[in-house]
């Protein structure tokens, strides 16, 4: 698929300008093909500058056009695509030349389907795919090859499962969220009583389930664990990287994102518009109040009561320079005491 400049800034609700010298209704008529970065797109290629990092590539980039603020539109030596937030644009220009295909098209022969499972209209379900009985598929729905999805499982409009994720039983998932391949929704929760005197554990089944609202999109690899006895939420507008791990009874508020293995403990409550780096930990059993942010790798131990951005992983630094800090960590316990003992000594005190 193919877009002329006009249409391209038509779609984006942005400005057009072409360099002096350049004739405006012919470069409105230049055909775009696809998205690529300022280094190294060709003719046919639109690129975009949002991060003041790359400015320096700008005069030299080979593309047709590229997407820019207002302020650097004096820069661009090509034709530009002129709007406030340019990575905005990329992002809606992106999905208008998507060329991802279908997860699957129409019902494969080799699906397994129950008798009794209620499918929509334009429903399209993928090789070897397993939908049990009771489960509602609505108008739209596409189930990727090799999915398996559980009793009574009810999927929203427009819903689409990428292949071999897994959904159990009961779960229920809104309209228009996207679940990539191998995501498993609805498994058990870590729930074990240990057995007084022994080292025994004894399962506590998981009688609870896994709600999705609308609009969320979950990873690759992702595991969302069903709740003891209450639900585990994942409420509207959520994003999920890859290999993420939320357990039991956690509920995650609406708009939040959460970065590729980071994990959440069970019975957490984490508020809207909240974002979660990489490699987060955050404790069981605690709140997290709306609009936080948590940088790579910090440890959450206990309930966030106000909005702000939090962190607490250690930033890598040279090997001798970090074991010389490692040292010094270890003998505060040490200095503390021996400045309490100087503190005594000092007058009025």
Known sequence: MTYTLAEISLKLEARLIVPAGLDQSKEALVQINSIATLANATAGQIAFLSNSKYQQQLSATKASAVIVSPDAVDACPVSAIVMDNPYMGYAILANLLDSTPKVACGIHPSAVIADNVTIGENVNIGANAVIESGVQLADNVSIG?????????????????????????????????????????????????????????????????????????IGASTTIDRGALDNTEIRDGVILDNQIQIAHNVIVGENTAMAACSVIAGSTVIGKNCTIAGLVGINGHITIVDNCVFTGMAMVTKDINSAGVYSSGMPVAPNKEWNKTNARVKRLDSLTKRVKELEKLLPNN
Do not use: M, R
């Open 145 to 217: 090859a090799g999915c398996f999805i559980g009793q009574a499982v009810k999927i929203g409009e427009a819903t689409t499962l990428w292949a071999n994720t897994t959904i159990y039983h009961q779960v229920e998932i809104g309209q228009h969220c996207l679940i990539q391949a191998n995501t498993v929704i609805g498994s058990d929760g870590f729930g074990y009583a240990p057995v007084k005197g022994q080292y025994k554990w004894h399962k506590i089944p998981q009688l609870g389930s896994v709600i999705i609202g609308n609009h969320v999109e």
